[in-house]
């Protein structure tokens, strides 16, 4: 797996993660969503510098310029419902893609702090040999982001794959190692060392699905 830790260069992205991590301005619900938004857009970019281009004629009031326009075709894939806002900031650069949507929980039995993914409702194009563009904004186990993937897996073999998320855990982003292609870019905006028992990433920001959408039963 290729990562790339996108904040690593200091850059105004670093000050839309620490927002989006910040308790107090966490209670604005829109400025979550909208932070998590520009940063898709903003690893969209760097994503797309790694896309394939072919040259077009454009035609302008004066005259014909050849230009270079992506090449390749792309299906962006999120899972509902934490991955909304970040999936928008990437269609908002890739604004040509196709789009999946998945639903995918973690079923805990008897309540206990175990679970197992279960996913139950796929909307998807045909992604054979198309660039495949998974959006999950909290890398935390990992495990729902390669159960979606193995589940998408019936609808074509993508060309290429590419994750994007906003925070990762250490111990999600090596599972997501050993079970995706080799060749899979990874775009992470940042990461933290520890998850807790439940599955959360530690400091991470809380539940993304309900900053964005408030709590559900
Ligand atoms: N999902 C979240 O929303 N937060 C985490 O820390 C882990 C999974």
Do not use: C
């Not at 999600?172 to 959360?200: C, R």
């Amino acid at each position: 797996m290729i990562i790339h830790h996108v904040s690593k260069q200091n850059s105004i992205l670093n000050k839309f993660i620490a927002e989006i991590r910040d308790e107090n301005i966490q209670k604005d619900a829109l400025r979550f969503r909208t932070n998590i938004e520009r940063m898709g857009e903003i690893i969209s970019y760097e994503l797309s510098k790694t896309l394939n281009y072919k040259s077009k004629d454009i035609t302008t009031p004066l005259g014909v310029k050849p230009m270079k326009v992506l090449d390749d075709k792309v299906v962006l894939a999120s899972i509902l419902r934490a991955g909304l806002p970040l999936h928008m900031g990437v269609l908002h650069i890739f604004d040509d893609a196709e789009n999946a949507f998945i639903s995918a929980y973690r079923f805990h039995p008897d309540n206990s702090d175990e679970f197992s993914i279960q996913v139950d409702y796929i909307a998807t194009p045909a992604i054979q040999d198309k660039v495949l563009v998974l959006v999950d904004p909290m890398l935390a186990t990992g495990q729902s982001l390669v159960a979606v993937y193995e589940k998408l897996l019936q609808f074509g073999k993508p060309k290429k794959l590419h994750i994007i998320s906003i925070i990762g855990s250490k111990q999600g982003m090596d599972f997501v190692s050993q079970k995706l292609p080799e060749d899979t870019h990874l775009w992470i905006a940042d990461f933290d060392e520890k998850l807790n028992d439940k599955g959360y990433i530690v400091p991470g920001l809380g539940d993304a699905g309900d900053l964005a959408y408030g709590k559900k039963l």
